[in-house]
């Protein structure tokens, strides 16, 4: 299987390539992050709409192993769709995301409405981030840039994230798909405390969209905020080579190694 996964219906089949730095067993949560995007967006609308806001949490470790998808459509109107997909292993729920939807339509705006650009460099200016691939198969599968900062070092940063492997098998990746699976690397962009003494695990992610990202690049511009009783955020403003286009946040679990 070249793909993260195979889907069939609702059963899925999960490749080892979808494990993450923290646990060998364990996914990566870019990796279910995409596929409850991939299934959200198949949930037909009563006319065109795009993905607005993708909340997920990650109830439980999410296993390398086969999984059940489980969707459900909790709002239907005609600007919006609120809709539901869980993900389930061995009939158990480790993933529980709403994915809210707005209705798509062309509107002119005021000649001063315009997306705020991204000054930072462009991927092909920025620093080439090759030694993660190694802390897990998943991190080996996308490459990174650093505009400003480094990867995985402590302190603010800003890096252009690229999906370079199929996702779900014969399945295009869209648009959605690539600002979450960027958006779930906002702990490691921005992490404040050195990742040898330190575990930074995001309990969920919530990324909210003001229009749909351009091209295969997504930069995220980031920061921390880390509190003394075990918890911190991870946040990044997301952009693509037009400007900024939406936020992310990450509720992180901090523990000494």
């Avoid at 979808?18 to 198949?42: F, I, K, N, Y």
Wanted: aromatic share 6%; with cysteine; proline share 7%.
């Amino acid at each position: 299987m070249t793909a993260i996964y195979r889907v069939d219906g609702n059963s899925v089949v999960t490749s080892p390539d979808a494990a993450g730095p923290w646990d060998r067993r364990m996914q990566h949560g870019s990796a279910p992050a995409s596929l409850v995007t991939w299934a959200a967006e198949r949930i037909p609308t009563p006319v065109p709409m795009n993905i607005a806001r993708v909340t997920i949490d990650l109830m439980r470790p999410v296993p390398v192993a086969p999984l059940t998808i489980a969707t459900e459509i909790l709002r239907e109107g005609r600007k919006i769709q609120l809709c539901e997909v869980k993900l389930l292993a061995e009939g158990v729920q480790v993933v529980g995301a709403t994915v809210l939807k707005i209705k798509q339509q062309s509107l002119p705006l005021p000649d001063d409405v315009k997306d705020l650009p991204a000054t930072l460099p462009s991927p092909e200016d920025s620093l080439v981030e090759d030694g993660h691939a190694a802390t897990s198969p998943f991190v080996g599968m996308v490459s990174m840039r650093a505009a400003r900062g480094r990867f995985g070092q402590a302190g603010a940063g800003a890096v252009w994230f690229r999906v370079d492997h199929p996702l779900i098998e014969g399945e295009a990746i869209s648009q959605a798909m690539r600002a979450v699976v960027a958006a779930d690397f906002s702990n490691g962009t921005a992490s404040t405390l050195d990742f040898r003494a330190w575990t930074y695990i995001n309990a969920d992610l919530t990324i909210s969209l003001a229009r749909q990202p351009v091209g295969e690049w997504i930069l995220l511009d980031g920061e921390s905020s880390i509190g003394p009783d075990g918890a911190g955020l991870a946040m990044s403003r997301l952009a693509d080579r037009q400007g900024y286009f939406g936020r992310a946040v990450q509720s992180l679990v901090i523990e000494k190694r």
